[in-house]
């Protein structure tokens, strides 16, 4: 069992309003120490202490922010004035409000690796490094995996996600309106399915939840995924990989579960071709998530920070 304990806080508070968005952020660890900028999941989650876990906390600042309509971020929920790139220049503004110079080192897994590699291509004179699991490129491999292949493994389940829609329409826009209607049995259901369908991949025995069993809270955040999923997470064909050049020089860690149902594995092992200062760790773990990946994330990201802050 992995015993840790959060990190004390010492700066929280919102990023100046832009566009209607109040922007939360937080931050942990040591003031003085070396900035790293974490990048959460989802769309749609937020920000955790957990993922100050590897870190020094005397030696390292912990900068944390949820995404717009995210976590602690007001308005909950918005989806107006919310895209990547909205939250690529929130990211650029938060190291800008807390006067951060230096270069950072990038934290992410899933879209927060999405992100973190945007960020880095973006900006690539403000990055040190980059820690990243779970590797989504938000391509079109990716959006045929999720919404097409993936029922391959899980045609039960997909047959109810299709149940009714429209032949040609694509799951994420037909769910993306279902979540949008007035209707609130129509909001659950489209939680209950789309927005829980991630959470089964990987399964043996997979269990969707039942619509009763659906809070406000998972609405809000399956109707900011559900945002991005339909505008193809906002982003150029092959955006990320189109624009490594950027970043070839960054040393990168990638951790990724053999079997990841979720993202699966060639995402991170073109990323690692593509980067020749990157090192590729493999977990033999089924799933997007499981403590095998989590102790082994850990693990790697102390090896590689001893080896590259020393």
């Not at 990055?127 to 079109?140: E, H, M, N, Q, T």
């Not at 399915?193 to 991630?198: A, T």
């Not at 977990?283 to 990946?293: A, C, D, N, R, W």
Request: charged letters at 25%; hydrophobic letters at 40%; one cysteine or more.
């Amino acid at each position: 069992m992995f015993n840790w304990f959060a990190p004390k806080v010492f700066n929280q508070g919102f990023l100046p309003e832009e566009n209607g968005h109040q922007v939360f952020f937080m931050e942990a660890g040591s003031k003085n120490g070396m900035p790293v900028l974490v990048f959460h999941g989802g769309p749609g989650g937020a920000s955790n202490l957990y993922h100050a876990a590897p870190f020094a906390r005397r030696k390292y600042r912990l900068i944390f922010f949820d995404q717009r309509g995210a976590g602690r971020s007001l308005p909950s929920g918005k989806t107006e004035h919310n895209t990547t790139a909205d939250l690529l220049n929130d990211a650029a503004r938060l190291l800008d409000f807390l006067k951060i110079g230096e270069k950072v080192i990038l934290l992410g897994s899933s879209w927060g690796s999405t992100l973190a590699l945007l960020f880095a291509e973006k900006y690539p004179d403000r990055v040190r490094a980059l820690l990243l699991s779970k590797i989504f490129l938000a391509d079109g491999e990716a959006g045929d995996w999720i919404d097409g292949i993936s029922g391959w493994f899980y045609p039960d389940i997909m047959e109810k996600l299709r149940d009714g829609m429209p032949e040609k329409e694509s799951l994420p826009a037909y769910y993306e309106r279902m979540i949008n209607s007035k209707n609130e049995k129509a909001q659950k259901k489209a939680t209950a399915l789309y927005g829980r369908y991630e959470r089964v991949l990987g399964s043996l025995s997979p269990v969707l939840k039942e619509e009763t069993e659906i809070t406000e809270e998972e609405i809000t955040a399956a109707r900011i995924y559900l945002h991005y999923a339909a505008a193809g997470f906002m982003l150029e064909p092959e955006q990320i990989m189109k624009n490594l050049s950027r970043i070839r020089h960054l040393p990168a860690l990638i951790v990724h579960n053999r079997l990841d149902m979720v993202c699966p594995l060639k995402g991170a092992f073109v990323l690692h071709r593509g980067l020749p200062a990157s090192k590729l760790v493999i977990v033999p773990e089924k799933g997007h998530v499981g403590p095998l990946i989590a102790k082994t994330f850990r693990r790697e990201i102390r090896a590689f920070l001893k080896k590259h802050t020393a």
